[in-house]
Nanobody, 122 residues
Framework: QVQLAESGGGLVQAGGSLRLSCAASIGTFSSKAMSWFRQAPGKEREFVAAIGRTGDRKDYADSVKGRFTISRDNAKNTVYLQMNSLEPEDTAVYYC???????????????WGQGTQVTVSS
């Protein structure tokens, strides 16, 4: 059984910050590439950021580069997404995902969390 539980979402004013957490209840966490995706109403699920097994490799969507930072703590089985300089266009449900290899494609990922809502007001 794989459990990915996101937390840290909420409402924030434009220009503010939030930190999302994803706690992974899987014994092979350190062997998994982890990613964050987001989905706004009426839009396809969109890649946000990814991090490799050891944390050495990171990938960011152009829309969040320089504003968001992905990190992981393998001792805590947790991946984080620090979001700074938030904009209304960042409003979406944010999902944590795990896969054997790092990828930007949602279909590549085997496991998904339930999502956490992020709302940015102008």
């Amino acid at each position: 059984q794989v459990q990915l539980a996101e937390s840290g979402g909420g409402l924030v004013q434009a220009g503010g910050s939030l930190r999302l957490s994803c706690a992974a209840s899987i014994g092979t966490f350190s062997s998994k590439a982890m990613s964050w995706f987001r989905q706004a109403p009426g839009k396809e699920r969109e890649f946000v950021a990814a991090i490799g097994r050891t944390g050495d490799r990171k990938d960011y969507a152009d829309s969040v580069k320089g504003r968001f930072t992905i990190s992981r703590d393998n001792a805590k089985n947790t991946v984080y997404l620090q979001m700074n300089s938030l904009e209304p266009e960042d409003t979406a449900v944010y999902y944590c995902a795990a896969a054997t290899l790092l990828s930007r494609a949602p279909s590549w990922y085997d496991y998904w969390g339930q999502g956490t809502q992020v709302t940015v007001s102008s």
